[in-house]
């Protein structure tokens, strides 16, 4: 449709003005250009299938991989090798849960002074290390009382004995000048006899005495 075809209809039917008129073929060009870019976008954008299908599965799989990689990492912090506390470095000892270098120093000095650790609960015997850290780590850590080093009672000697945390001097001293006076211990329970022995004292030292002949 030529132009002044066009000019003649607005003209006759329509009556517009002539920056009407303007407006109107402008709006006729826009409708025109937009109509020919919403056909020639496609071809630009056009895909190779075999890429879009590789893109998809890449994408598909990614939440698997991120998923199964999420898993062994919490399992690897929530199931930690366990730590024998008679064998095990300071090293293992930081690694775990509120101990840290400090505690862990501690832990292997009175593990010394004791001769090995028989219970874990002995671990709330030393300053800085509270009970409640025995629930988190009740799972983690563990001891073998084998590993324990005991005193025979009939030949220790006053020097070693009174070194232990459980004997000390008062003990130690008692426990040699009964044996100087009655001779060797038969059996464990012997010791009950010394005047200011009583039930409490006798567990506590219990697990690090023994009688060899």
Excluded at 184 to 207: E, H
């Amino acid at each position: 449709m030529k132009k002044t075809n066009l000019k003649f209809i607005f003209q006759s039917y329509f009556y517009t003005l002539q920056k009407e008129q303007q407006g109107i073929y402008l709006l006729l060009f826009l409708l025109g250009v937009i109509g020919i870019a919403n056909a020639c976008i496609p071809l630009w954008v056009h895909q190779d299938p075999i890429t879009v299908q590789l893109i998809t599965q890449t994408d598909a799989s990614m939440p698997e991989t991120k998923i199964a990689s999420n898993l062994i990492t919490s399992d690897k912090v929530q199931k930690p090798s366990r730590v024998e506390l008679n064998t095990t470095d300071s090293v293992a000892l930081e690694k775990l849960y509120k101990i840290g270098p400090k505690l862990a120093g501690k832990i292997i000095a009175y593990r010394t002074k004791l001769g090995g650790f028989h219970s874990v609960y002995q671990l709330t015997e030393i300053y800085g290390f509270q009970e409640d850290f025995l629930y988190d780590l009740q799972d983690v850590i563990y001891v073998n009382p084998s590993k324990v080093h005991k005193f025979n009672l009939n030949t220790c000697e006053l020097a070693s004995l009174q070194q232990h945390p459980y004997f000390k001097y008062s003990l130690s001293k008692q426990l040699i000048r009964f044996r100087e006076q009655h001779g060797a211990f038969n059996q464990l329970t012997d010791i009950k006899a010394l005047k200011t022995m009583n039930d409490s004292i006798y567990n506590l030292i219990l697990p690090y005495i023994e009688i060899t002949k």
